[in-house]
């Protein structure tokens, strides 16, 4: 059987380990698997990006390699999240298309979706209107993916497609307090809450809602979207729209995860991004129908506990 060779780009990071995590119980043998990190290229830079192409020879690309942040750093960086993630995007996928691979997929995001909107949103109201103002910058780069899949598709025959996940967490992730998301955000400051005996500080109300999924269900998602989905089209990657949850829920989670007995406090002086991006997986159950995702409780325990034992070297 000829060798399949995947090369993930942002293989480093949460969804990186995520499937690396997942693979830990699905090897297949014809594949092989490489996780690149910024270390081995800059992929805005279109000739360093070519020699990994060179070196590797990818049959199979997973683009998951981005500048992500959380909303606080969107608000602050929509030049950048837009410059950066679209010259990386631009390059990577014009490399795909030179070096003959044979299946792509990259990774969108929920955040990429319409402010004004019906819900749930499903996968064909990507580009019905503009993205949240605290987010366009990362919204509009990732939505000219969806655009440069079809328009390699019509013009070359590429099999380039996407993914749009909804809030990502686990192990691996970035704990950081200004530039990461809302649930490594608040294990953070959990841990420092139980450390120095303080308030637990939730950013805004708590009542914007979000669907959260953990990164090993998300690796597991998207090695099926490799090996089997056939569409150029994205798919939804999310929990069920019932699982969606509050801000304020999944702070109260992540304290009982640390066992923690102080109490949850609000700043009301920060900003709360959009109340809600609830997006419909009916695509994704039909393709999948029986798939169990880890229960949020577990998940975020699981990632608690990971925080405590890698506190000096998480990213954060
Ligand atoms: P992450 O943990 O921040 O990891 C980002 C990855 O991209 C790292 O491997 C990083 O390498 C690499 N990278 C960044 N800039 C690069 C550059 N200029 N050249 C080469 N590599 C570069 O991100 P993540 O959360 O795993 O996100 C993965 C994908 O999921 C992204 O496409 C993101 O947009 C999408 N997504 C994320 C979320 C979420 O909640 N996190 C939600 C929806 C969608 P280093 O490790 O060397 O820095
Ligand atoms: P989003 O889902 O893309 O909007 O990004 P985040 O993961 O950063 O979630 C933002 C939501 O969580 C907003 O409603 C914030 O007000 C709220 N939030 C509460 N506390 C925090 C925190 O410590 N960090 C972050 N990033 N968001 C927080």
């Given at each position: 059987m000829a060798e399949t060779v995947i090369m993930v780009t942002g293989g480093s990071g949460l969804v990186g380990h995520g499937i690396q995590l997942a693979l830990e119980e699905d090897k297949k043998p014809n594949e092989k698997w490489i996780f690149l990190s910024s270390k081995d290229a800059d992929l805005r830079n279109h000739e360093a990006t070519k020699l990994l192409f060179e070196k590797y020879k990818p049959t199979h690309v997973i683009h998951l390699a981005a500048k992500v942040g959380g909303l606080f750093y969107n608000l602050e960086n929509n030049c950048d999240a837009y410059k950066m993630n679209s010259q990386m995007n631009s390059v990577v996928l014009d490399l795909c298309k030179e070096y003959k691979v044979q299946k792509v997929v990259s990774c969108l995001s929920t955040c990429i979706f319409p402010d004004k909107t019906t819900y749930?949103?499903?996968?064909?109201?990507?580009?019905?209107g503009p993205p949240h103002f605290s987010i366009y910058g990362y919204g509009y780069a990732k939505r000219m993916v969806d655009v440069m899949n079809h328009a390699y598709n019509e013009q070359y025959g590429c099999h380039f497609t996407s993914v749009i996940p909804c809030n990502i967490f686990g192990p691996h992730d970035n704990f950081s307090l200004r530039e990461g998301h809302v649930i490594p955000g608040l294990i953070h400051k959990a841990y420092l809450a139980e450390r120095y005996d303080q308030p637990l500080v939730i950013l805004g109300t708590g009542k914007p809602l979000r669907q959260f999924i953990y990164s090993v269900d998300l690796g597991k998602l998207i090695i099926w979207v490799l090996r089997?989905?056939?569409?150029?089209k994205p798919i939804i990657l999310a929990?069920?729209?019932?699982?969606e949850i509050s801000i304020r829920d999944a702070g109260e989670l992540v304290i009982k995860a640390f066992g923690y007995k102080g109490e949850i406090v609000q700043d009301l002086s920060k900003s709360e991004g959009?109340?809600?991006?609830?997006?419909?997986?009916a695509k994704l159950r039909k393709y999948l129908p029986g798939f169990k995702f880890t229960p949020t409780k577990q998940a975020i325990e699981e990632t608690v506990n990971w925080f405590r034992k890698n506190y000096e070297t998480a990213k954060k």
């Open positions: 749930p949103i499903d996968e064909t109201m990507i580009h019905n089997e989905y056939p569409e150029i929990v069920d729209e019932k699982d959009q109340f809600k991006k609830t997006a419909s997986i």
